[in-house]
């Protein structure tokens, strides 16, 4: 450990990404000496305060912090005195997360979002302004199962807005183990990561691993509309998302096209992940949580409206995903079925 700074680091929202990143941080201990708070539900507290955090990666070895490490609450305040604001509420929490901090941020802390969706930095702005806030992106996704223990199951790297001091924090991120760095327009690196996550509804709707999804055709079919219908809306509304897994984005579809023995092939980096990786909205429907939907596919319905153009596909995934949702169980839809469905719904 380097001695350094002692003003710790908040993480509000400690979730499955929350207690990923902020458990790294505190296994690594931070080059400049900072400590991690968590601010989670009451349920991830009691889990953290009897159990700790076991981390493990589909492609490294398992990370452990004991209790008697772990600094966490229920309470908001506690990100008073913090350099660093972590923010990984779900995109509905945002505004009220916003809220929080404005009552107990102190001078000169920096708050990041480690969120989906496209809009949720614009959000914290607004109350907390622009100076103090960084949009960021996380590509990979983490998965809890209870007792402390969170799983990394696909790879990529952490993104934030440049600046000097997100240069610095990436560095320390990634000595602690998780890959980071800077990029100079993340509204682009965001809009690139929402073509991703439309696959997170299909993982709902479908009810297997992201391997099994991705690995088959129908599935794919479905997700290359989504992705059309949204690359055509950003086109028109003058958005050019960034790369994809360094694939322009408007080859992406092409690519989900591919049979399935070239698709294999060609796309071994879409497929580089841990066989039993599910997506966070997944996660989200068997821990009967809200889902991230409307900051996703209904992002882009929005999004195709105001420009004049059209998204049936993905308002149709809003509505199955709901529906799911309100039934509290997934419609275990094969992908020939979930075309067949789409296509009466249109």
């Known amino acids: 450990m ?42 991830v507290v009691g889990d953290l305060s009897e ?10 070895p398992d990370v452990r912090v004991a209790p008697q490490d772990i600094a966490i609450s ?24 916003a809220a929080q901090i404005a009552r107990h941020i102190s001078p000169g802390c920096m708050v990041i979002s ?29 998965v809890g199962s209870g007792g402390g223990q969170y799983h990394r199951g696909t790879g990529g790297r952490l993104l934030m807005a440049d600046n000097p001091r997100t240069r610095m924090f990436a560095a320390a ?44 055709r129908a599935y794919r079919l479905v997700l290359a509309a989504m992705m059309k219908e949204a690359l055509v809306a950003m086109q028109k509304s003058g958005i050019r998302p960034a790369a994809i897994e360094n694939v322009r984005p408007s080859v992406v579809p092409h690519i989900l096209r591919l049979p399935n023995w070239l698709f294999a092939r060609v796309a071994r980096a879409m497929l580089s992940m841990d066989a039993k990786a599910r997506s966070s909205m997944w996660d989200d429907l068997q821990k009967h949580r809200k889902p991230e939907i409307d900051y996703l596919n209904g992002a882009v319905v929005r999004l195709a409206q105001n420009a004049g153009t059209d998204a049936p ?19 275990q839809l094969s992908g020939g079925q979930l075309r067949e469905k789409l296509q009466r719904m249109r």
């Open 2 to 43: 380097v001695a350094g700074e002692e003003q710790p680091i908040a993480v509000l929202g400690a979730g499955a990404i929350g207690c990923y990143v902020g458990g790294m941080l505190q296994a690594g201990i931070t080059p400049d000496g900072a400590k991690v708070r968590f601010i989670a539900r009451e349920r």
């Open 51 to 60: 159990h700790g955090l076991r981390l493990s990666r589909f492609d490294g």
């Open 74 to 97: 229920t309470d908001p305040a506690t990100v008073a005195g913090c350099q660093r604001i972590l923010v990984c509420v779900k995109s509905q929490d945002t505004q009220a997360a």
């Open 114 to 142: 480690l969120q989906n969706g496209v809009d949720n930095a614009r959000v914290l702005s607004d109350v907390l302004g622009v100076e103090n806030v960084c949009a960021g992106m996380v590509p990979f996704n983490v």
């Open 173 to 216: 991120l990634t000595s602690c183990g998780i890959d980071a760095g800077v990029h100079y327009d993340m509204q682009a690196v965001l809009w690139g990561k929402l073509l991703l996550n439309l696959n997170n509804a299909l993982n709902v709707l479908s009810d297997v691993p992201l391997v099994q999804q991705l690995s088959d």
């Open 313 to 331: 596909i993905n308002r149709s995934i809003v509505a199955l995903v709901e529906e799911a949702f309100s039934k509290g169980q997934s419609p």
